[in-house]
């Protein structure tokens, strides 16, 4: 591993309960470890780190430290994806999903031991044709789950909140018909909730929706939740605490390359946890190891 010289920090300043600390802690790394005072960015709600992590680069950052949630870090991941400049996570946002995936600590001075560390990984980013992300996107149900989740009852009780979001995304999302096709395949035909696809498969209090889902294997998991009647979701939620929960018709797994999914109406769209409005399509490939991230030891 190269010396960090120039590290930059890209803040989402909502998310971060003591900023001031957070930049005294990261300081104190820099001045421990010989490098520059951190170059340091703060996030908008029109910019949620892309802008920032393109001026990190652009001032030679040769570590960006994205503090934030998931939408900071896909913002960040999808400009550094392909630098070879290394990301850490700082994690502070409510789901956390990418740090959690890969076993970086949620307590931020434990991130921080592991973004000054030696050890980074390559992972994949996924890319559609105006986003790139690096834990799921979902059409349907899934969207509508953050869409319908109080953000204020998020960041009180953070993340039981999706539980009252999914109660009133089941109720408001229709079954619709997707059109699926991965790599060179058959175009399938599927009466679904919704559709997942997936860089990673944990998601919050530790379910796996996507149990084989690895960061860094080069290949998209898709997840077609296809539950028919009310008595299909109890039975979805305890395949999926198994790890196994396309293992009877409430759901499906697809996995390769790249997907394309078209619906015969408009549904919701969410990337990283953000909800993105309505879409009938979506076409995803995977850039192979594109990103470097800083990682706990293995």
């Given at each position: ?27 104190t790394r820099c001045s421990a470890l010989g490098a520059a005072d ?89 890319e559609s044709a105006d986003h790139r992300f690096v834990v799921m ?110 293992s009877g018709p409430q759901a499906e797994i697809l996995r390769g ?42």
């Amino acid at each position: 591993m190269t010396a960090v010289r120039r590290p930059a920090v890209v803040c989402n300043p909502a998310s971060v309960e003591d900023i001031d600390l957070l930049a005294k802690q990261i300081r104190t790394r820099c001045s421990a470890l010989g490098a520059a005072d951190p170059l340091w960015y703060e996030t908008t709600p029109e910019d949620l780190g892309a802008g920032q992590s393109r001026q990190a680069l652009a001032a030679g950052a040769d570590l960006v430290l994205a503090c934030g949630g998931d939408g900071t870090v896909a913002a960040c991941a999808g400009i550094l994806a392909g630098t070879g400049v290394p990301l850490a996570l700082v994690p502070v946002g409510t789901g956390n999903l990418l740090a959690r995936n890969v076993a970086v600590p949620l307590d931020p001075e434990a991130a921080l031991d592991v973004a000054f560390g030696p050890h980074r990984r390559h992972l994949d980013v996924l890319e559609s044709a105006d986003h790139r992300f690096v834990v799921m996107a979902g059409l349907g149900f899934d969207a509508a789950l953050i869409r319908d989740t109080d953000d204020e009852v998020k960041a009180r009780i953070g993340w039981p909140a999706y539980l009252a979001g999914a109660a009133r995304a089941v109720r408001r999302t229709p079954p619709a018909s997707y059109t699926i096709t991965v790599d060179d395949g058959p175009a399938l035909q599927r009466r679904a909730l919704g559709v997942l696809v997936g860089n990673v498969g944990r998601l919050q209090a530790g379910l796996r929706v996507l149990p084989d889902a690895k960061p860094d294997d080069g290949v998209i998991d898709v997840g077609v939740l296809e539950p028919r009647r009310w008595r299909d979701w109890p039975v979805l939620a305890l395949r999926i605490l198994a790890r196994r929960p396309d293992s009877g018709p409430q759901a499906e797994i697809l996995r390769g390359r790249q997907v394309q999914i078209s619906c015969d109406q408009e549904v919701p769209l969410e990337y990283d946890g953000d909800h993105v409005g309505q879409t009938r399509a979506l076409r995803v490939h995977v850039l192979n190891e594109a990103l470097v991230l800083c990682v706990p030891p293995s």
